[in-house]
């Protein structure tokens, strides 16, 4: 069970994935991006508008961010499913509202169902087998 600090939609850091403290790893999981992409464009960022103002930046964010732990997620498709709401909250608060109207119309579904003669009529004849 997750505990109030550990939340699918945070921003960790990874450091066994990192080269140095992770951040760079924990950014890239965050958005859904390669490794790579972040770590160029930290050095092209850092290059073009002040490397200490980034070294600084990154050592902040090294010591702030927790680490993720290990059992963030349970199976692979949570983890996607937590992927796919932080790219996309709007669509996958969509996509939740659609299922919840789905369960709705099967369970009104079967309440009618339920509740009907025929189903009593069926539940009867079924006795009558037995």
């Known amino acids: 069970m997750t505990n109030y600090k550990t ?18 790893a924990g950014i890239a999981d965050y958005l859904g991006v ?23 930046g990154y050592l902040v964010l090294g010591m702030a961010l927790d680490p993720q732990p290990d059992d963030l997620y349970r199976d692979d498709e949570e983890e996607e499913f937590w992927r796919q709401t932080r790219k996309s909250p709007d669509y996958t608060a ?13 369970t009104s579904d079967m309440e009618a169902y339920m509740t009907s003669k025929r189903f009593r009529l069926e539940r009867e004849l079924r006795a009558l087998e037995d």
């Open 7 to 24: 939340r699918p939609t945070k921003l960790y850091k990874i450091p066994q994935e990192g080269r140095f403290m992770g951040v760079c």
């Open 34 to 56: 390669k490794v790579g992409l972040v770590r160029f464009l930290t050095v092209v960022g850092a290059i073009f508008t002040g490397f200490w103002l980034f070294i600084i």
């Open 94 to 106: 969509a996509e939740l509202r659609r299922r919840f109207r789905d369960i709705e119309r099967r």
